[in-house]
């Protein structure tokens, strides 16, 4: 099994920050198949980014995401007040078929 | 556009077996090459993925689960259903259904569904 872990846990920023997040998993990963989710409280995760760098529709262009193997980053190039929320990446294993999350990263308001 | 909606009891007895099901509004669960997961995750924790299901009834079971999980589907009535038997107190958590695309993300989610386990 794939482990996904994010750091830092938590990270204090203030608006118009940039934001870096960071996912390593234990093994090499697809880079088809990693996935980046923003969640709010009582709401569920929204799809950011896919196959490691591709936004979503309607994602703003602010957020990016990149790297390969083991290593990925989710990059918020200036944090806007919506941005403060929990963020998750996430994988997918063929064989057997399975996904994967990491253990979040919150972003805060300093 | 295609949304989802959980349902299903909101309480449940330990030992006994937890049964959602996920309808899909604004388009066919039958069309297009989709997978269609349960994801759960507890209060205050990370997302835990629990199975999915193509529509030709094909299923894939996170192997921590396995033997107590089956997830079926009606695309008669667009929908697809979990069911976790032998349920304990670690089985209480909100739970999703999710749509996965090519690319094996989910983009699209029901807004969730809060079980609790307990007598």
């Known amino acids: 099994e794939i482990v996904l872990t994010q750091s830092p846990g938590t990270l204090s920023l203030s608006p118009g920050e940039r934001a870096t997040l960071s996912c390593r998993a234990s093994?090499?990963?697809?880079?088809?198949?990693l996935a980046w989710y923003q969640q709010k409280p009582g709401q569920a995760p929204r799809l950011l980014i896919y196959?490691?760098?591709s936004r979503a529709t309607g994602i703003p262009d602010r957020f990016s995401g990149s790297g390969s193997g083991t290593d990925f980053t989710l990059t918020i190039s200036r944090l806007e007040p919506e941005d403060f929320a929990v963020y998750y990446c996430?994988?997918?294993?063929?064989?057997?078929?399975?996904?994967?999350f990491g253990q979040g990263t919150k972003v805060e308001i300093k | 556009q295609v949304q989802l909606q959980e349902s299903g009891p909101g309480l449940v007895k330990p030992s006994q077996t937890l049964s959602l099901t996920c309808t899909v509004s604004?388009?066919?669960?039958?069309?297009?090459?989709?997978?269609w997961s349960w994801i759960r995750q507890p209060a205050g924790k990370g997302l835990e993925w629990i199975g999915r299901?193509?529509?030709?009834?094909?299923?894939n079971y996170n192997p921590s689960l396995k033997s107590r999980v089956t997830i079926s589907v009606d695309t008669s009535k667009n929908q697809f259903s979990l069911k976790l038997s032998s349920v304990t107190a670690a089985d209480t958590a909100v739970y999703y259904c999710?749509?996965?695309?090519?690319?094996?993300?989910?983009?699209?989610w029901g807004q969730g569904t809060m079980v609790t386990v307990s007598s």
């Open positions: 196959g490691a760098s």
């Open positions: 996430q994988q997918y294993g063929s064989s057997p078929p399975r996904w994967t």
């Open positions: 999710a749509r996965s695309t090519y690319y094996h993300a989910f983009d699209i």
């Open positions: 299901i193509y529509t030709s009834g094909s299923t």
């Open positions: 604004g388009g066919s669960i039958s069309s297009g090459s989709y997978y």
């Open positions: 093994q090499s990963v697809s880079s088809s198949y």
